[in-house]
């Protein structure tokens, strides 16, 4: 499996014939621009002005999921866990290709007390916010890691160079995160390429480099 970050808090999730995009950007919210893309699935967590609300993200007739529940596409097992926080509607959604799941907890609010690794089964890769107006304080989500005990932790959701605007300054940088787990010195790459028998051991937080193009205007 190949996963890019484009910015905020979209995702690329490719693996085999699948892809999969999590919460797509608006140019307009983020001043940054995705490439042309093709999906089989795309996953919108929220109602927030950063992300696409429709099919937007390129050709092909991928399916949509924005709602809780559980899925099948192509052979991909999705599960949408509704969070909420001071009545902002989020969608957390666990994607299962075929024995690799990867989470995204989109604007998180809170998780519900009855979510966790035996019910979800392992998760391999999860992609966590770490700031935000509707994101719990860092110990908060360092809980909720250490609650879903994923093999791989890519943070999302903080202040970096091609974000503009108001939703930049609602952002802090990702060093408060990594100090809350005591992190100095992250992995950092481009794209996250892993298999199942290549997952670490003990849990491993990976920093993504953004390639969404900045765009002026």
């Keep these: 499996m190949d996963i890019t970050w484009y910015g905020f808090s979209c995702f690329r999730l490719r693996e085999r014939r699948v892809t999969a995009i999590c919460d797509p950007l608006s140019r307009k919210a983020t001043g940054i621009q995705l490439p042309k893309m093709q999906a089989d699935i795309v996953t919108i967590s ?15 007739e991928p399916k949509i999921l924005r709602r809780p529940g559980d899925y099948e596409v192509k ?18 959604f666990f994607l299962d290709f075929d024995g690799l799941t990867v989470g995204h907890l989109g604007e998180l609010g809170q998780v519900p007390a009855s979510v966790g690794g035996e019910e979800l089964g392992d998760i391999d890769v999860l992609l966590a916010p770490v700031s935000g107006p509707h994101i719990p304080d860092v110990s908060r989500i360092a809980e909720v890691i250490s609650q879903l005990d994923p093999r791989i932790v890519v943070p999302m959701q903080y202040r970096h160079e091609d974000l503009r605007g108001e939703l930049s300054e609602s952002l802090e940088p990702v060093d408060r995160f990594l100090n809350e787990l005591g992190i100095s ?24 480099r953004p390639t969404g193009a900045a765009r002026a205007g």
């Design 46 to 60: 929220s109602d927030s002005s950063a992300q696409v609300q429709d099919t937007g993200v390129g050709g092909g």
């Design 185 to 208: 010195d992250p992995e950092v790459t481009d794209t996250l390429k892993l298999t199942k028998s290549s997952l670490p051991e003990e849990t491993q937080v990976v920093l993504l």
């Design 75 to 92: 052979q991909v097992l999705v599960t949408g866990l509704s969070t909420s926080l001071n009545g902002t509607r989020n969608v957390v």
